[in-house]
């Protein structure tokens, strides 16, 4: 089972997605760049619900403000999309570490109703302020353009969301790895546990929002240039929802099921396009599939059938050198008494 490994399975999967899409139409090519920005929302949300353990609600709003703020500065400043799209990203990180001020003294439905409400008025604000935003009728963003390479735009901004995607999920891997990914599953199983352990709650939830909130602001971002255009019926409830069930299906507090699920999701929902009736059904069955029977995901399950698909807790910074042998033990002591 070596070949089927999680580190050689992910490798075959990156090949692929840098091979094959020059080769593919514009629509193939879509769908592809869909489903590096959805891999971007679920790993966000995945840090901040499966690590975590905080259940928010806003991760749709953090996805529409990265949007709205990467497509507003070049409508109404002037600015460029490669100035813009950074800093659309941090305005969502900050509202995301102002989200995170409630979470100290709320969790569980409380937190989820009150992110919820801030998540709704966000819809509401993209929605009514027309002086800034549009209305609901939206706006439309310039052109994205790659000059002077020469490559053209849905081509460009596929690689230019690859590459964020495995930069950003390799980001994510190291963080869970480390001591702050250990603070954040502290805080998953207990708050008051963790704090009596000396983990600074305020500190590391107002880390996982923001960081959450991020990585929910580039995919807007790219989501924003891959339409041309941004709308408030982008970033509703069903989003959110949407988001859920990938890291719902992938697998909870697993940065891999985060790609797994966003792949699927989004895969099965385009496949199901034409039929939309069907669509609501089978994505309504899978989630009560995975919710019943799957609790851990498709992850949960290649962990069970299948070996070198976990993922360590921590950083192996150094090589542990082989025991020395009984003998050599020895020695050592004798010399040491005779010295």
């Given at each position: 089972?070596?070949?089927?490994?999680?580190?050689?399975?992910?490798?075959?999967?990156?090949?692929?997605?840098?091979?094959?899409?020059?080769?593919?139409?514009?629509?193939?090519?879509?769908?592809?760049?869909?489903?590096?920005?959805?891999?971007?929302?679920?790993?966000?949300?995945?840090?901040?619900?499966?690590?975590?353990?905080?259940?928010?609600?806003?991760?749709?709003?953090?996805?529409?403000?990265?949007?709205?703020?990467?497509?507003?500065?070049?409508?109404?400043?002037?600015?460029?999309?490669?100035?813009?799209?950074?800093?659309?990203?941090?305005?969502?990180?900050?509202?995301?570490?102002?989200?995170?001020?409630?979470?100290?003294?709320?969790?569980?439905?409380?937190?989820?109703?009150?992110?919820?409400?801030?998540?709704?008025?966000?819809?509401?604000?993209?929605?009514?302020?027309?002086?800034?935003?549009?209305?609901?009728?939206?706006?439309?963003?310039?052109?994205?353009?790659?000059?002077?390479?020469?490559?053209?735009?849905?081509?460009?901004?596929?690689?230019?969301?690859?590459?964020?995607?495995?930069?950003?999920?390799?980001?994510?891997?190291?963080?869970?790895?480390?001591?702050?990914?250990?603070?954040?599953?502290?805080?998953?199983?207990?708050?008051?546990?963790?704090?009596?352990?000396?983990?600074?709650?305020?500190?590391?939830?107002?880390?996982?929002?923001?960081?959450?909130?991020?990585?929910?602001?580039?995919?807007?971002?790219?989501?924003?240039?891959?339409?041309?255009?941004?709308?408030?019926e982008g970033f509703d409830l069903f989003q959110m929802?949407?988001?859920?069930?990938?890291?719902?299906?992938?697998?909870?507090?697993?940065?891999?099921?985060?790609?797994?699920?966003?792949?699927?999701?989004?895969?099965?929902?385009?496949?199901?396009?034409?039929?939309?009736?069907?669509?609501?059904?089978?994505?309504?069955?899978?989630?009560?599939i995975f919710v019943l029977f799957m609790r851990g995901?498709?992850?949960?399950?290649?962990?069970?059938?299948?070996?070198?698909?976990?993922?360590?807790?921590?950083?192996?910074?150094?090589?542990?050198?082989?025991?020395?042998?009984?003998?050599?033990?020895?020695?050592?002591?004798?010399?040491?008494?005779?010295?």
């Open positions: 089972m070596a070949p089927f490994r999680r580190r050689n399975v992910l490798l075959v999967l990156l090949a692929i997605a840098i091979i094959v899409p020059p080769f593919a139409n514009y629509y193939y090519l879509f769908v592809a760049n869909l489903v590096a920005i959805y891999v971007l929302l679920a790993i966000g949300l995945n840090i901040l619900v499966g690590y975590t353990g905080q259940l928010a609600f806003a991760n749709a709003a953090m996805f529409g403000i990265g949007a709205y703020a990467t497509g507003l500065l070049q409508v109404r400043l002037g600015w460029s999309f490669w100035l813009a799209f950074p800093v659309g990203g941090v305005i969502a990180a900050a509202v995301g570490l102002a989200i995170s001020l409630p979470a100290l003294r709320l969790k569980g439905l409380y937190l989820a109703l009150s992110t919820l409400a801030f998540a709704q008025a966000t819809q509401w604000v993209f929605l009514h302020w027309d002086a800034v935003t549009f209305g609901a009728g939206g706006f439309k963003t310039p052109p994205l353009s790659f000059d002077p390479l020469p490559i053209s735009k849905p081509l460009g901004l596929y690689y230019l969301s690859l590459l964020l995607a495995v930069v950003l999920f390799l980001f994510a891997q190291n963080l869970v790895a480390s001591r702050v990914g250990r603070a954040f599953i502290a805080l998953r199983d207990s708050d008051f546990a963790a704090e009596s352990l000396g983990v600074d709650l305020l500190r590391y939830k107002a880390l996982a929002f923001g960081v959450s909130g991020f990585y929910a602001g580039i995919a807007g971002g790219l989501n924003s240039a891959l339409l041309n255009f941004v709308a408030p929802v949407l988001q859920k069930a990938m890291i719902v299906v992938g697998g909870l507090g697993s940065i891999v099921g985060s790609l797994l699920g966003a792949g699927i999701i989004v895969i099965l929902l385009e496949v199901l396009r034409e039929v939309k009736g069907l669509q609501e059904i089978v994505f309504g069955a899978l989630l009560v995901g498709l992850v949960g399950l290649l962990k069970r059938k299948v070996r070198g698909w976990e993922e360590p807790l921590r950083l192996v910074s150094r090589r542990v050198r082989p025991k020395q042998s009984e003998t050599s033990q020895t020695a050592a002591r004798t010399e040491k008494a005779d010295s």
